[in-house]
């Protein structure tokens, strides 16, 4: 079982920087893939980037093209925690952001994800 509980959602301008929490409990993140998605109002849900957490070293990530150059995702040296760094930011990101638990190789379907957050809002003003 994996816990994982997100934080640091909230309302900013245009052109503004937010940065995701993504903490995870209940078992390494080692050998697996955490994804951040969102989903906008009406809208299904979409992966925003993924990061594959291999077991002895090393990560890899994977990004929507929309997102590329403005968002990156991250761990920390305990690898219980992935980020969001959030720049740039436009009306068209606004959405509730979760982040998901994957064993095993990235994917961008989130029906492939087994554990998910409770989601956090973030709100972009024009």
């Known amino acids: 079982q994996v816990q994982l509980v997100e934080s640091g959602g909230g309302l900013v301008q245009a052109g503004g920087s937010l940065r995701l929490s993504c903490v995870a409990s209940g078992r390494t993140l080692g050998g697996s893939t955490v994804g951040w998605f969102r989903q906008p109002p009406g809208k299904q849900r979409e992966l925003v980037a993924a990061?594959?957490?291999?077991?002895?070293?090393?990560?890899?990530?994977d990004y929507a093209d929309s997102v590329k150059g403005r968002f990156t995702i991250s761990t920390d040296n305990a690898k219980s925690s992935v980020y969001l760094q959030m720049n740039s930011l436009k009306p068209e990101d606004t959405a509730v952001y979760y982040c998901?638990?994957?064993?095993?190789?990235?994917?961008?379907?989130?029906?492939?994800?087994?554990?998910w957050g409770q989601g956090t809002q973030v709100t972009v003003s024009s």
């Open positions: 990061l594959r957490i291999y077991i002895y070293s090393g990560v890899s990530t």
């Open positions: 998901a638990f994957l064993k095993g190789d990235s994917s961008r379907d989130p029906q492939q994800y087994a554990y």
